[in-house]
């Protein structure tokens, strides 16, 4: 006997709507024209209810941390110019530019507040932290297969130099962040590998 039944379409339906709610969040980051993004504006523009946002995510917070991840793998490219000093100077100016818009800078404090609080926040901004310190590892990864930081070098301090700026002048805001630092903070990191190199091969 054939099976007359119909195939089940719940998951691609439920995949759907987060999907429309991560676009919709990421248009909204994007536009930055000064208006409220509440978990009342997502759903109404997803086409969804506030059920189905909380389904995924504990807080409009946590929606619009995921959509930044989202919109920096878009539009933050990792250059490959050859030198440390230009790929660096390439991916901080985008980088430093996407975290010093308002809405932006206002999304990462706020989630960081959050996450202090709250567990399910934590783990979200540990994720979106994560991903981002992944993708300047790589191209440090690589500039040290080209011979311009030393085998020995610790990476992942070079990495937390390059947030701990961000982050300390996105949350207390007393300094801007644009071009003009990406240049200086890439020109500092490259200096300091090709001295610790320099310091090696005596």
Excluded: C
Excluded at 44 to 67: C, D, H, N
Excluded at 77 to 90: F, H, I, K, Q, S
Excluded at 164 to 183: I, K, M, N, S, T
């Amino acid at each position: 006997m054939s099976d007359s039944r119909r195939p089940h379409t719940g998951r691609r339906r439920n995949e759907a709507a987060r999907r429309a709610i991560l676009d919709v969040a990421v248009d909204l980051l994007a536009r930055d024209d000064g208006v409220p993004v509440t978990i009342d504006s997502l759903a109404a523009a997803a086409g969804v209810g506030k059920q189905t946002i909380y389904r995924w995510w504990p807080s409009k917070g946590a929606v619009l941390l995921e959509a930044m991840a989202e919109r920096a793998g878009a539009d933050i490219p990792v250059p490959d110019t050859g030198t440390l000093r230009g790929d660096l100077e390439g991916f901080l100016a985008a980088t430093f530019r996407g975290a010093g818009q308002r809405l932006t800078a206002s999304v990462l404090r706020n989630s960081m507040a959050e996450a202090q609080r709250d567990p399910h926040a934590r783990e979200h901004m540990r994720a979106f932290v994560e991903s981002r310190r992944r993708v300047l590892t790589g191209l440090l990864e690589r500039a040290r297969d080209r011979g311009e930081i030393a085998a020995g070098a610790d990476l992942a301090l070079m990495v937390d130099q390059v947030y701990g700026v961000l982050w300390y002048r996105v949350l207390v805001g007393h300094e801007p962040l644009g071009d003009a630092q990406a240049a200086e903070l890439a020109r500092a990191l490259s200096d300091q590998a090709a001295a610790r190199l320099d310091a090696g091969a005596r």
